[in-house]
């Protein structure tokens, strides 16, 4: 591979994304987390028997994608 094509180092990315404006087209989406221990797999179905002990929510789908952007400083517009 040249020099020419060789693709750059991780900073060099992050620090051209704070001049770029970048769209996102998508879904956004909620992505539900439960946070539990297995105790058994049910006989009725190969699925786990799960006892929870917490949920937690974080943007999913084209949410995700805006918001990692941003924390890479891009200008981020949702559509």
């Known amino acids: ?3 020419q094509l060789a693709p750059p180092d ?3 990315l992050f620090d051209r994304m704070r001049s770029k404006r970048i769209l996102v087209v998508g879904d956004v989406m909620i992505d539900e987390w439960i946070w539990g221990r ?3 797999i049910s006989p009725e ?3 786990p028997v799960v006892e929870v002990d917490d949920h937690s ?3 999913g ?3 995700n994608v805006a918001n ?3 924390a890479l400083d ?3 517009s949702l559509q």
């Open 74 to 76: 891009a200008a981020v």
């Open 38 to 40: 297995v105790s058994r």
């Open 10 to 12: 991780a900073r060099t």
């Open 45 to 47: 179905a190969p699925v």
């Open 68 to 70: 990692n952007l941003r």
């Open 1 to 3: 591979m040249t020099a």
């Open 57 to 59: 929510f974080t943007l």
């Open 61 to 63: 789908g084209a949410g």
